[in-house]
């Protein structure tokens, strides 16, 4: 079974402050994927990564990154000069059937 | 790319009704459907997962009898609320996975549930 822990159930930042969500997942699979998802205020989920159990470089999209370390079976999420349209909460979950776990709830203030 | 659809946005209706709701994949081909509740404050939670011409598998504790999903295309899936009840009320998302790039889900706008 997959299972999903998001340590952080809820994080404030200032904007412009960098912040880094915890993310750590079980499964069973020895191949699978990897997924952050955000869902803002309005509840439509935003898909932002999926990053395949292979490829353990870092990637880097604009303000977004993600940290994957496959030995640890985390996958962390840091926004950059965080701003107040992030604020929303973001999942993550391994792929396959995605099975969330509770989500951190991010929110960023002027 | 990617565009998933969700009918009604929201819907009120009184205690034993059903409700339908619609989903489809606007451009992209999806042979499996994921269907989540999620209410306040909490996390998506899976009801059951269809694919194409198949009858869909429901996770444990959830009625089959009472959420029935029809997937009859690959991009059109639905799910009737039957008899619904104030404890259905919640918050119904689709999950469409593209068959092209296989792992990727993507989510329907959802469609808000009250049940008076």
């Known amino acids: 079974a997959q299972k999903v822990t998001q340590a952080q159930t809820e994080i404030s930042v200032v904007e412009k402050e960098d912040v880094t969500l915890d993310c750590v997942y079980e499964?069973?699979?020895?191949?699978?994927?990897l997924f952050w998802y955000k869902q803002p205020p309005s509840g439509e989920l935003v898909f932002l990564i999926r990053r395949n159990s292979f490829d353990e470089q870092n990637e880097i999209s604009g303000r977004y990154s993600w940290n994957f370390q496959k030995s640890t079976s985390s996958f962390n999420f840091t926004i950059t000069a965080s701003q107040v349209v992030d604020s929303a909460v973001y999942f993550c979950?391994?792929?396959?059937?995605?099975?969330f776990g509770q989500g951190t709830e991010l929110s960023v203030k002027p | 790319g990617a565009v998933v659809s969700q009918h009604p946005s929201w819907v009120i209706c009184k205690s034993g009704t059903s409700v339908k709701i619609e989903c489809r994949s606007l451009?992209?081909?999806?042979?499996?459907m994921f269907w989540y509740r999620q209410f306040p404050k909490q996390s998506l939670m899976l009801m059951a997962t269809s694919n194409e011409g198949s009858k869909a598998t429901y996770e444990q504790g959830v009625e089959k009898d009472k959420f029935l999903i029809n997937h009859a295309s690959l991009t059109l899936s639905t799910l009737t609320v039957t008899s619904a009840h104030p404890e259905d009320s919640s918050f119904y998302i689709c999950s469409p996975r593209d068959a092209q790039t296989t792992d990727t889900q993507y989510f329907g706008p959802g469609t808000r549930l009250t049940v008076l």
């Open positions: 979950a391994p792929g396959g059937k995605l099975i």
């Open positions: 499964t069973r699979d020895t191949t699978y994927y």
């Open positions: 451009d992209f081909q999806a042979t499996t």
